[in-house]
């Protein structure tokens, strides 16, 4: 079975507001919105899309055609499985040694993609591409309240890979 993808919210973010600025690189958001019609290997989370429609800008724009022209792959974090996996997720929060109560409180708000991410990856089988760096949990003197996504995905099995594993994968060329 070949690699799937599943996009974190940074991944749009950063390349927009520093080096992959539309204005300085057009081509590199050419090159992705043509992987996106391309291939059927990339997904989207819902909660991504939300958190990126928040904002007032260009990449909100670029966001919503693709999304208006079915060009882009968007699942539901309601999806039955996913919920049953998030509920693994949060409980490995809840009962880990590594993670505080306020860990686990940020994670489940509402809108915080992270959990569902990993949770959409753990029960679809995909590489979560995504900017953080795993924590050194095994190193840590006391528990922490920020858990990455990295880290609580290594967890279950997931790969995480960055934006520029993914475009070697789809040879995005700039």
Known sequence: MSEKYLLDTNVFLTPYESYYAPDIVP??????????????????LDLVIDEILK???GLKTWIQNLWDQHEIQIISHSDVKII????????????SPYYTD?????????????????????????????????????DIKSP????????VGKHFGITCQNLYYFMRKMGIKI
């Open 55 to 57: 904002g007032e800008d």
């Open 27 to 44: 081509s590199f958001w050419e090159a992705l919105e043509e992987v996106f019609i391309k291939s059927n290997s990339i997904a989207v």
């Open 102 to 138: 306020r860990a686990l409180r940020n994670w489940a708000k509402d809108n915080i993609a992270d959990p569902w991410l990993i949770a959409t990856a753990n029960a679809y089988e995909y590489t979560i591409i995504t900017f953080e760096v795993p924590s050194g949990i095994i």
């Open 144 to 151: 922490t309240s920020r858990p990455k996504i990295p880290t």
């Open 84 to 95: 049953e996996s998030y509920g693994q997720v949060m409980r490995y929060l809840q009962e």
